[in-house]
């Protein structure tokens, strides 16, 4: 039995509606609350690190893990914003510092108030670079961030 006549409409039909792609436009994006951006960019950060990863050499779990929970913390995220900050355009130093100013009911572990604030504008900017399909840009402040981490 094909696979058509197995799904019930209903779900065949949300199948469809669901979008891994974003198609927003920079004022639709901009309408999300900073916190919502961050959330989002903290998990497009953390595929962007872990794909990165993967695909430079063939290694343990656990070894992946380590390193991609150095690169994701608040204070690595910090220095790679340190980094990226200067080329930055109008936009985008915009979304940062909503994301650095939202006020967060939450702390990280072992990361100061200052790195914090800084990692959350980080993350909602890759947010709303990601959701108005700027593939490219975020890419390329996560490699500039990473370079900047890795230099130490």
Same mark, same amino acid.
């Given at each position: 039995?094909?696979?058509?006549? +197995?799904?019930?409409?209903? @779900?065949r +039909?949300?199948?469809?509606?669901?979008?891994f792609?974003?198609?927003m436009?920079?004022?639709?994006a901009?309408m999300?609350?900073p916190?919502t951006?961050?959330?989002?960019?903290d998990a497009?950060?953390?595929?962007? @690190?872990?794909?990165d990863l993967?695909?430079e050499?063939?290694?343990?779990?656990?070894?992946?893990n380590?390193?991609?929970?150095?690169?994701a913390?608040?204070?690595a995220?910090? @220095?790679?914003?340190e980094?990226?900050?200067?080329?930055?355009?109008e936009?985008?130093?915009?979304?940062?510092?909503?994301?650095?100013?939202?006020?967060?009911?939450t702390?990280?572990?072992?990361?100061?108030?200052?790195?914090?604030?800084?990692?959350t504008?980080?993350?909602a900017l890759i947010?709303?670079?990601?959701l108005?399909? +700027?593939?490219?840009?975020?890419?390329?402040?996560?490699r500039i961030g990473?370079?900047?981490?890795?230099?130490?």
């Amino acid at each position: 039995m094909d696979r058509e006549k +197995q799904v019930p409409e209903s @779900i065949r +039909q949300a199948e469809l509606d669901f979008h891994f792609v974003p198609e927003m436009t920079k004022e639709e994006a901009l309408m999300y609350a900073p916190l919502t951006l961050a959330f989002l960019g903290d998990a497009v950060y953390e595929l962007a @690190i872990r794909t990165d990863l993967v695909q430079e050499a063939d290694r343990s779990p656990n070894m992946l893990n380590r390193l991609s929970s150095a690169l994701a913390k608040a204070g690595a995220q910090s @220095i790679a914003m340190e980094a990226i900050e200067p080329i930055l355009n109008e936009d985008e130093l915009s979304v940062y510092r909503r994301g650095r100013n939202a006020k967060s009911h939450t702390m990280a572990k072992n990361a100061t108030v200052i790195d914090y604030r800084r990692a959350t504008g980080f993350e909602a900017l890759i947010g709303y670079l990601y959701l108005t399909g +700027q593939k490219e840009r975020y890419l390329e402040l996560i490699r500039i961030g990473v370079e900047k981490n890795e230099q130490g």
